[in-house]
Each structure stands twice: as structure tokens, then as C-alpha cells.
């Protein structure tokens, strides 16, 4: 597989690179950032994180705020931040709302049409990159571990789910726990799914849990001044699932916090820590 | 003084906000972006660090990409970014170069019409905002550093110059060495001064320092890869004017790195320590 380099940049002694490939799962060119340790602190094969942005989010947000070079050029880990759904193919109701369609995947493998000729990011994420990335970085595969903000914590938390033994640790910030029964993901299931709950279900950490599946051991946080707390996030709803279905976890609610950035900015080296502690 | 609060963020167990009040210097709005460390953590008036951003900025991008409040938080300062230029006045020519005019002030007072009704960022930074700050935040005033990145860099210097004593200590990210002799500065020179290049002399950290003006202890990094250093920035001209007159001081080139906030998010911990020590 091909990949093209479109900028690399020294940062904390690594360096954090922007590159593009053309899927095959998604049918579309599509961007990642990487972030990679120095070479001579950290020789060899590293363990890796994948971190996944949340909604109106591009691989930019992450890398340009929140920080986290610092941490992963200290633990020498690489860090992956992967868009967050195909670009390039311009489908109906794609930009009317900023919780549907562009930069707004839920990471699922729509079975709609036509969603279901392009936002296939679950197959992307579970198999294409992983490939991809095994192929072009130095990384040591048998050390994984996935994150998340938002969205992309209901992402972490999904593809720790239906991918058991991948990642030796899962963490979330404010991760949306149940998007088939929250209003941001109402458009979801009905666009990505055709409305089949069903379909859509087997995209959702919560009824995962609910349906058998685990987790490794768990680090949450969660703002309590998050505006999205009580009608999308929900972490009571994931915090029942994890508890029942008995998964080793941690759901923390950060006083004062919000949903932004800086909430991200000031709780991920103690992720990165987290995670890196099972490596 | 009135000051407008324009929204608070939580960060860092302290808070990130946004401010706006009427400037009397510069004659417009003027927003600003002040970081508070934690009051139990940090009871008390605290130090205060003045950081000033470069071309084509504006508050946010130090506030959302150097990752400073981190060590602020830790080290108990308050970390206060001013604007870049006066806003919401069209003048000529302020938007055709991003060398001049907005997010371009120079930091300078401007002696010639029309730029010199509003162009007036010495005095703002020097003089009103100080004050503003005082009267607003819990700030121990006899406890000031300044820094700056780029054109802010040659802000940070050219206050520390022409203000002795207010400083303990100055630092200076990749700053412009002598803004009246090279090509970005240009337009500054002809049009904030009428092109009188004795009194654009007078805002010139280079010609300030040949002038007998000096500086408290300094730290300066300037990465090698950076696109701008030989004919923009030239720290060899400025490594001259500190040693000849005998500042303390250290530049450092910093291998690998160019001109951007990665740059500058990768040291400005060392800065802040460095600034801090003296309080």
C-alpha cells in the first residue's frame, strides 16, 4: 500500500507527520496524522495509539491541541490520529448537520445506500489501517491501545469491543455512550442503517456490552459543565453497561470541565500514562 | 477600567478566558486571553507572564496551541496574550500583506497618519493593559516576565528594552532580530513611520541594544529548519547586539525545527521555567 507523505514536522525531539493514501475500504484518499518518538531515545519497534477525534473534527484538532507529542515523545509511544469519516464524495445530507456525514462516520460500516459505498470506517479502522500503518512506521503491532474524544470515544470503545485482544488498554474522554438512543445519532441509524436498530446496534459500545462483549481494563473522563453531558454523552448509561458486564474501569466526572479541547488538553497525558502502563 | 468577560474554559484545574474592553491607546476593542491558575492551588496574587504572538495571530493561537497553561498551572502563573494589532478599523493596505497591518503592529507606536491614530500597540502593551490587568486579575505586578514568538519575540524584547525594570526576565521564541532591516518590515517602516527610519529605530530590538538600552537575564530558541531565519529573523544580529552589550543571555539553535507552533509548544515549558526561576 502506498502512502504519501504530505508534511513532517520536529516536535518534542519526534516527529509529527500528515499523510495521505487512497483506501480501498472507503474509496477515497484519505489523511492521518502520525506522531513518532525520536529514534535514538526510543530505538526499535514502538507500541502505538490510536486516537479517534469526535464530530466537526479533522486528524488536526488533536495534533494541533491537544498536546499529547509531549507525553508519547517522554513514553516513546506512536500516536495515530486517523480522520474521522471519507472525504472527497459529496452524498446526500453529508453537510447539513455537523452529526451526519462529514467528520461524522460514528466509525460504523454503513449497509444503506448509498452511505454504504463509502462510510465503511469500521473496516478501515479494524483492518485497512492497521495494515497500513504496520507497513510504513516502526511500530510493534503486539502493543496497541485506542483513545478517543466524543465520537471518537464511542469509536475507541467500539473498535475495543468487536476487535477483543487488539489493544491491551481503551480509554475515552466524554464518549457518546449509546449513539442509537441520543439525538446526534437519530440520522445515523436511519441513513447509515436504513433504520435497522439492529444493524446499527452492533455499532454501539453500550449494546455491545449489553450483548456479551468486553473491555480491557477502562479510563474515562468526563467534564460534569459539558453542555452534550445529559442528552448525548450519558456515561451513566455506559457506566451501568461496563458494571454489569463486569469490565475493569474507571468513569471519572472532572469537575467544572467543558467538551473542548482543553478539557482533552489537560486529561491526556494522564491517558497516555494509562495506556502506556500496560505496555 | 471596564473589561468584558467573553467566555471562561476550565483548564488545567484553572481557568482560560476570553476578555474584551474599549482600548483608550488604541482606540478600538481589543480582546485579550488570560490564563489563572488554580486559587487553591495558588492562593494570593501571583506573576504574571506576558506572551506575544506574531504574524497573522491573534490571541488563540498561543492559547490553544503552545499547551502553556499546563506548566502555568503547575508553576502558579497568570499567563495574559494580548492582541496582535488593533481591530475593527479598516486602514490602507491593512489586509494586503500579513506583514503589515492587522496581526502586524510591530508593537510599535506609529508616527505617521493614519496608521498612527490607532497604531499605537507600544503604549497599549506598555502602559494601559498593564493596568487593565492589575485592576481585573490577582497579580502580583512587582513579579513580571515577558515572551513572545516571532514578531512577538521582537515584542518581547523591545518592551523588556524600553521599559527596564519592569521585567525580571525576558524570553523569545524564534524572534525577528531587527524588524527595520529586513523585508517584512519594510512596509512597517514606510508606513507606521513615514518612512523616518531613526524613529522606526526606536521600536528596533537591535538598534535599542546598540543604543545602550539593556536587558534582564534572557533565554532565546530559534529552530535551524526554519523557513524565515536567514532573511527574516537573523539571530546572528542579534546574538551580536546582546553580547556586545553584555546581556546575559543564551541562544540556542534548536536543530530540526521551523518556524511553527510545534516549535514553539516544545519549549515553551523550558521558557516558562526559565521566566518563573526569578519570581
Known sequence: MTLETLKTQRAFGGTQGNYRHQSEAVGTPMELAVFQPSAERHPGPRPVVWFLSGLTCTPENFVVKA??????????????????????????????????????????????????????????????????????????????????????????????????????????????????????????????????????????????????ASLPSTLIDQGDADPFLKEQLRPEVLQQALTARGVDHRLRLQPGYDHSYFFVATFVEEHLRFLAEAF
Open 67 to 212: 498536546g499529547a507529542q509531549r507525553v508519547a515523545a517522554e513514553l516513546g509511544l506512536v500516536v495515530v490520529a486517523p480522520d474521522t469519516s471519507p472525504r472527497g464524495v459529496s452524498l446526500p445530507g453529508d453537510t447539513e448537520h455537523y452529526w451526519f456525514g462529514q467528520s461524522a462516520s460514528y466509525y460504523v460500516d454503513a449497509s444503506a445506500a448509498p452511505y454504504s459505498e463509502h462510510y465503511r470506517m469500521f473496516q478501515y479502522l479494524s483492518a485497512e489501517l492497521p495494515a497500513l500503518v504496520a507497513e510504513h512506521f516502526p511500530v510493534d503491532m503486539s502493543r496497541q491501545a485506542v483513545s478517543g474524544h466524543s465520537m471518537g470515544g464511542h469509536g475507541a470503545l467500539l473498535l475495543a469491543l468487536r476487535q477483543p485482544g487488539r489493544f491491551r488498554r481503551v480509554s475515552a474522554l466524554a464518549p457518546i455512550a449509546s449513539f442509537t438512543t441520543c439525538p446526534w445519532g437519530e440520522l445515523a441509524v436511519e441513513r447509515y442503517f436504513g433504520g435497522d436498530l439492529a444493524a446499527a446496534q452492533a455499532f454501539d459500545p453500550t449494546c455491545l456490552l449489553q450483548g456479551g
